[in-house]
């Protein structure tokens, strides 16, 4: 059974910090693209960031750009998401996705991806 599992979510003030994580289990991933999308409330999920399964290649949003950077630890199966400068448009809940082929390229819609975490909470306050 495949599990994505995401941590690292919390409270924290405007211009702070936060590294999400996201491990997966039930099958590698080192050969798959994989990315983190947000959804804020009443709205739909939407990309922030994505990387490539050699992590050579990055994209994100560009409501992120310079403040977010996605890495990914392919031994460990784990994909992190490093968010600097934090503003309180980003609060949403955080979802880690990986896709189940070998995209040499990073992926931006929700619809190229098929499995997904179950999300962890960003709150930024003002």
């Known amino acids: 059974q495949v599990q994505l599992v995401e941590s690292g979510g919390g409270l924290v003030q405007a211009g702070g910090s936060l590294r999400l994580s996201c491990a997966a289990s039930g099958r590698t991933f080192s050969n798959s693209a994989m990315g983190w999308f947000r959804q804020a409330p009443g709205k739909e999920r939407e990309f922030a960031a994505a990387?490539?399964?050699?992590?050579?290649?990055?994209s994100y949003a560009d409501s992120v750009k310079g403040r977010f950077t996605i890495s990914r630890h392919n031994a460990k199966n784990t994909v992190y998401l490093q968010m600097n400068s934090l503003k309180p448009e980003d609060t949403a809940v955080y979802y880690c996705a990986a896709e189940s082929g070998s995209s040499r390229y990073p992926l931006s819609t929700v619809a190229e991806y098929d499995y997904w975490g179950q999300g962890t909470q960003v709150t930024v306050s003002s």
């Open positions: 990387i490539s399964w050699s992590g050579l290649r990055t």
